[in-house]
């Protein structure tokens, strides 16, 4: 290989980023190939939701974080499809790139069990316009109330309810707490914001179910202190403009937002559909090809090999959130930032090993491994768990370290000071800077209208049975 | 009047957030209306436009800007009309406020003489949805740009065009120029970002026609050192996707920006129509209600008496963009937020004087005096003019003065912070710390396909003839 190898990255979330990053002033001609022009630091994307960060603040251009690699480029474009025989890429406008290594990063999107009309009435988390949205449907929330109880002497149940006990329906639920509680509380006249209640809907017997049991009883404890209601075995039946229904029963909501389940970008149905029609179109030459074909697990993720490339395509690397990988006895490789950071890396590395020693192409790899350093999750002020090397943190310790990590992984310097700032800002003055409502519809329309009805404490509500939780393994 | 006296101010820009400020924790209550939930500090709007700043840092909840006032209300509604003779406004829903008082203070919107088809293709710069949609067309073009010289080989001219040299205009096409030159330019690969042409469209013989002609010349040459190309006597004949037509030559453009022109909002109009009405229904009692109907200037604007109010209502005040009034021999008061700031707490003082005089209501007004202290147009890094006290400045010494006094004003300490940070950076750095691409819809959908054709350079465009120039007085 007298040329220099071209090395084709699909998304510039925190795989691929650091996939780039790993091969950047290399031997190897790099594109990175996202729909955004932006990487989103998704860890602190529920503050954008929740007024305390601005979107600028996690949000960083791909351009820019890699400008000062001269191999690497950034194309902003859709990835419609593969053609592994052809080693190509699809683009949309039927435009093609040719790749000599392809490592898929597309990560995950929600998932909705077959309910997709509930995305609608409650959204889920993953995009900055996702962060925005949630933002305008509280704040909103928070305005119309006041609007009624001022004109029509009205006084609507404000409900905020949050479906899924994960990291994130945690941090949120604990973020619309402080908002409610802190945040608000001087600037109605005519509604009291502490009034509203925040309720935290999980399927399964126990909030952030990745955790020790330990660590989840004390996340309930904290959540509860806060001012959360937390409802557990609770199946969500039913979601509509302006209600949830758990079991039997209705709530009225204000706002309904989703933390329940995610599944694989849809580039991993491509991905297999192309080994497979590479694996049909070559059955003469079973010598050169292996014909074992990729498969998804049950969340649509791509089943990789131990070098995390897919089954006949040594080339074809698949991390991050696509990727379907087990380590130590067999557990899943959880859908974190480390997880995704670490096999990114990993598939830069073996690259740039096999570019070195090119008659070695594709054999005697070193499998991958994660390297499991724990895991922290935030639930609101002096507030958080953690599992780190083993350790049960929480509390303020867990909650400082939380604090620590995310503020040093935060990626741009300019970034890092300004949401010091900003934290620091909220910390001591309990208020929210960036309590924006934006968008470019009327933006005082309402997105639900509250049905006046009386409201059942939570524990009336008797949950019947519990949703089949298909949760992101985390 | 023993009954605490109701002031409704409709609109929260500089006029009516002063005019609230004013009256906070006086002997009246307040109520605010806004169609939005932040006051917008619109002379750095450019700067959002611009990916210089985000959102936050130039917007406010207008509620937390109040909240310490507690006879203050702050509402999210929309005004659909007034009944003055009840003294009553209308909000969307059919809902109803009454008032004691009334300041109308709904500012301007963009205005496209008679060619509102040209509103898509030319957006223009009033709200930060406005900015955030200009700053995506900016990026974008670049991102296309990038691509196609990628992937098809093809190298189109990126020419960005500002319609309009007044204040907005100006700053648009300078920080434009800086984003191309400086910002972007390590960070594409296929396509040189200083290629761009940033070219600024003039009906008038001259740019900045509201200044002395000393510091128009002195702009016009500060903007060809940056770079930007300038065209006056240009008369705009069409705008379409991706071409711009000047006299009879067509110009391909990546993206064009309007800011030729603006008129007042449609509730000046509504103000109008509801005191005819009102005269027209009281014929009998012409001793108690002056019949004189308020007019509109050309701009639209409600023409007030020299108490700012309208006639035969000496208690509904018009200030800001919104009203037309004289100061000096005849001069127009300009549509600046200096201007608007006076006016809004000229009403305030008026109102507060009638009710600790109750009985001489409406009488003996002192009239509205505008204090011209003079005006600051900023052009790009250390380059700007100005105005102050019958001073011409210029260059780094306007810049400087137009720095410190935008600081000064800036509502809000927490965001003086963020700003000076993120102008600091970007001074030294030639960074631009906001650039998203942000939108609900596919962010990379091709706004203007751009025409693969020559361009002729601007001295061949021979201008014909000038449009009406009905820019605001600025």
Same mark, same amino acid.
């Given at each position: 290989m007298a040329r220099i190898p071209h090395v084709i990255i699909v998304g510039a979330g925190f795989a691929g980023l650091y996939a780039a990053r790993e091969l950047g002033n290399k031997p190897v001609r790099v594109t990175v190939l996202d729909r955004k022009n932006h990487h989103t630091f998704q860890p602190l994307l529920y503050q954008v939701a929740t007024a305390g960060l601005s979107p600028g603040e996690i949000a960083v251009p791909i351009r820019s974080i890699l400008s $000062? %690699?001269?191999?690497i480029g950034v194309l902003l474009g859709e990835v419609t499809g593969f053609d592994l025989d052809r080693h190509r890429v699809k683009i949309q406008n039927d435009d093609e790139l040719q790749y000599d290594y392809l490592i898929v990063a597309a990560g995950a999107t929600h998932a909705y069990f077959g309910h997709d009309e509930w995305a609608t009435y409650a959204p889920g988390l993953k995009s900055v316009e996702d962060a925005t949205e949630i933002r305008r449907r509280i704040l909103l929330a928070f305005e119309l109330a006041e609007r009624k109880a001022r004109l029509d002497n009205i006084h609507e149940p404000l409900n905020f309810v949050v479906v899924g006990a994960g990291p994130t329906g945690v941090e949120l639920a604990g973020a619309l707490v402080e908002i409610a509680r $802190? &945040?608000?509380? $001087?600037? %109605?006249r005519s509604v009291d914001p502490s009034s509203a209640r925040v309720i935290l809907v999980e399927a399964g017997p126990r909030v952030l179910a990745a955790y020790p049991e330990d660590l989840s009883h004390s996340a309930e404890q904290q959540l509860k202190q806060l001012g959360v209601e937390v409802m557990l075995n609770a199946m969500v039946t039913g979601i509509g403009p302006d209600y949830i229904q758990i079991g039997e029963k209705r709530l009225p909501t204000a706002v309904t937002l989703w933390g329940a389940g995610v599944s694989a970008s849809s580039l991993a149905t491509k991905l297999v559909e192309a080994a497979k029609s590479t694996a049909a179109e070559a059955p003469s030459t079973p010598a050169t090809i292996d014909v074992a074909v990729p498969k998804l697990d049950r969340a649509g993720r791509v089943i990789v090999s131990p070098d995390l490339t897919i089954p006949g395509h040594a080339e074809v690397f698949v991390v991050g959130d696509l990727a379907s990988v087990t380590y130590g006895e067999g557990k899943p490789v959880p859908g974190i930032a480390p997880a995704a950071i670490q096999m990114g890396r990993y598939a830069a590395r073996t690259i740039l090993k096999d570019v070195q @020693? /090119? &008659? @070695?192409?594709?054999? /005697?790899r070193e499998p991958f491994r994660y390297h499991d350093k724990g895991s922290l999750a935030t639930i609101g002020r002096k507030a958080a768990v953690g599992l780190v090397y083993n350790r049960h943190l929480t509390g303020f310790v867990a909650w400082l370290a939380w604090l620590f990590v995310h503020i040093f992984f935060l990626i741009g310097f300019r970034n890092r000071i300004a949401v010091i700032y900003d934290w620091a800002w909220a910390y001591f003055t309990y208020q929210r800077g960036a309590r924006l409502i934006t968008g470019n519809s009327r933006s005082i329309a309402p997105i639900a209208t509250p049905v006046p009805a009386e409201v059942p404490p939570v524990h009336e509500l008797n949950p019947v049975s519990t949703i089949d939780d298909k949760r992101k393994v985390s």
């Open positions: $000062r %690699f001269t191999n $802190r &945040a608000l509380v $001087r600037d %109605f @020693q /090119s &008659a @070695q192409h594709g054999k /005697s």
